[in-house]
């Protein structure tokens, strides 16, 4: 296929098509919009299930990508659009952080922070703030866009996501109670106060008030009285970043403590790749599926 | 994972395990070799499922990928693992062409000739003969390679691919009666006696003579009297190469004239790229499973 054009919603938010895809009987689409939030172009992929042609509004399951991705990575090799179909599920894939000209990026280029590495924070430290806005994106611009846009019941909506994209969807459904009918995680970052990943992240955009970094760590904002009402986590035993970076003791303790039915399940030799994620995204949409039904 | 090491058989092929991944309960892997075919390194991907883990000798299908493409494309897109682990098949995806220092490319560095395209035959032409031998190194090196270092059935084999490795299966099991048990394609090059693609292919790398083309044509295989037990063939309606370069009327035609039970799908909406091949791989791989049992 690969349809192109230009759509105009009521609030004048215009959306630009870059490719349509018929897959699995719906639709895999590229969008690009313009985003106030950020400043720049933004990408993002969208599928429609084939029960998206009824004209019905359908659950929509946000997926929120690690290090390095873009949208394209969790489209091209994420494997949900067989059970997305069966279920009737949209599913959503951002960008992981603003890019383009005049962003300014990680000072050595380095993978863990600017491009790339957004972390769903909206920055407060020059020279990030301008454009890294990555909380109010996700959180408010496109989730407006998509319900204008797409065939979405914004009533039914859960999250998922992958390391920092994990981190994401947690933090984002812990910060937004009630929003999210359903949150999931793929070998998610637990507490970014407790690993290097974090640690450079949050420092790097929102300067060095640990007390501000707890709105955007998962185990601190249980710890403060944030709650969900059930995790599911799957989390590879042979991913090299568990000990060190992810640490789902971490979000255990803190479920524990707040009594959050969490079910975290090792899954032995499976590493931090996609061969892990696609492994798992079939019991992971099922279980939104099963949570955003009705 | 990503297990690296080198493993040598009884006749003295050696394999460089360049990854290994856990998926789907089996391993994704992915090999290199010295081939004395190609006279280069080669790269291919096998996917054990778990059923290899009892030590049992598992069937093989073979998926040939198309134009551009390396063994990478379907290992990371084809979304053949889920069908595979279920059904207890061995996956092998090689590369489409030689590759590295010396090996000669199309002249003006197009697509569809050269590196990326080796389109499945022993070149006789300078300079392309003394690498271009995809032929040979799909029919004859790699399965012994295979046989050796995997727990592959070779009793057990079936035969898939896509666009330019549609018609490498297609033709490689018509030249080879009884070894291919079960044989598919995802929108093949039907003839490249009577296509842009395939004309450009095997005059650059067979000559002038079209006689001796029709080795590489499935069309005129079966005209000549190949045969093959039956075929499933998926299509996409939406496919930009339909009308000018795949031509399933040409092959659908040959086969109603030989009595080949073909079982031709037209698929509405579809395209040429990976959408629409993972959207069926399930049906293709459940089909060749049903043919390789017991």
Same mark, same amino acid.
């Given at each position: ?142 989730? +407006?866009?998509? !319900?204008?846009?797409?065939? /979405? @019941?914004? %009533? *039914? ?7 920092? $994209? &994990? ?47 707890? +709105?955007?760590? !998962?185990?601190?904002?249980? /710890? @403060?009285? %944030? *709650? ?7 989390? $590879? &035993? ?50 939104? !599926? ?5």
């Amino acid at each position: 296929m690969g349809g192109q054009g230009r759509s105009q919603g009521q609030t004048g938010m215009t959306i630009e098509t870059i490719s349509t895809n018929r897959s699995f009987g719906g639709v895999q689409g590229v969008y690009r919009h313009a985003s106030r939030e950020t400043g720049t172009d933004m990408v993002f992929s969208v599928y429609l299930p084939p029960q998206a042609e009824s004209g019905a509004k359908l659950p929509v399951v946000w997926y929120l990508s690690g290090l390095t991705c873009t949208h394209a990575n969790v489209t091209e090799k994420g494997e949900f659009r067989r059970a997305c179909a069966e279920l009737g599920l949209i599913l959503v894939a951002p960008d992981t952080s603003p890019r383009g000209e005049g962003v300014p990026d990680d000072a050595d280029g380095a993978y863990d922070f600017g491009l790339g590495a957004g972390f769903y924070v909206d920055a407060t430290e020059t020279p990030f703030a301008a454009n890294y806005r990555m909380r109010s994106y996700i959180e408010q611009e496109l989730p +407006a866009l998509i !319900a204008e846009h797409f065939p /979405a @019941d914004m %009533a *039914r909506q859960g999250i998922t996501g992958h390391s920092m $994209g &994990g981190h994401g969807a947690l933090t984002i459904a812990l910060r937004n109670p009630g929003r999210y009918r359903s949150v999931s995680a793929f070998a998610p970052i637990s507490s970014p106060l407790n690993c290097p990943w974090g640690e450079k992240a949050l420092g790097g955009y929102i300067g060095n008030d640990r007390a501000a970094w707890r +709105a955007y760590d !998962a185990t601190a904002l249980i /710890a @403060d009285g %944030a *709650r969900v009402a059930e995790l599911l986590v799957d989390q $590879g &035993g042979a991913d090299n970043f568990l000990a060190g970076q992810l640490k789902p003791e971490l979000l255990e303790q803190a479920c524990r403590d707040a009594d959050i039915p969490l079910t975290l399940r090792m899954q032995p030799g499976y590493d931090h790749s996609y061969y892990f994620i696609s492994t798992f995204m079939d019991d992971h949409l099922r279980w939104h !599926a099963a949570r955003l039904a009705g």
